[in-house]
């Protein structure tokens, strides 16, 4: 089992800055990549970024060049930058570890609001 517990997550102003941050705890070990998602109100949960055992590093469109997604592994935390936010960020934003064998854990989520 691994668990992930997000943090970071508040209210600001557009073209404001919030850092979230995802520790992992558990079994470690088997997880291949960790990422965040999203839930905007009235839409679906959508994926936002991601990043891979090796380092890669991956971002939906609309978050490109604002945010970064980086990990510490001494501390087992991935941490989600988010610069220059815009009320359409607002929503719940979630911590997933992806692991072996097609097993997939979540967070409970963060609350992100961005006043205009």
């Known amino acids: 089992q691994v668990q992930l517990v997000e943090s970071g997550g508040g209210l600001v102003q557009a073209g404001g800055s919030l850092r979230l941050s995802c520790v992992a705890s558990?079994?470690?070990?088997?997880?291949?990549?960790m990422g965040w998602h999203r839930q905007i109100p009235g839409k679906q949960r959508a994926w936002v970024a991601g990043?891979?055992?090796?380092?890669?590093?991956s971002y939906v469109d609309s978050v490109k060049g604002r945010f970064t997604i980086s990990r510490d592994n001494a501390k087992n935390t991935v941490y989600l930058q988010m610069n220059s936010l815009k009320p359409e960020d607002t929503g719940v934003y979630f911590c997933n570890a992806n692991a072996g064998s097609m097993q997939a854990y979540w967070g409970q989520g963060t609350q992100v609001t961005v006043s205009s």
């Open positions: 990043i891979g055992s090796g380092g890669s590093t």
């Open positions: 558990g079994s470690v070990s088997t997880i291949n990549a």
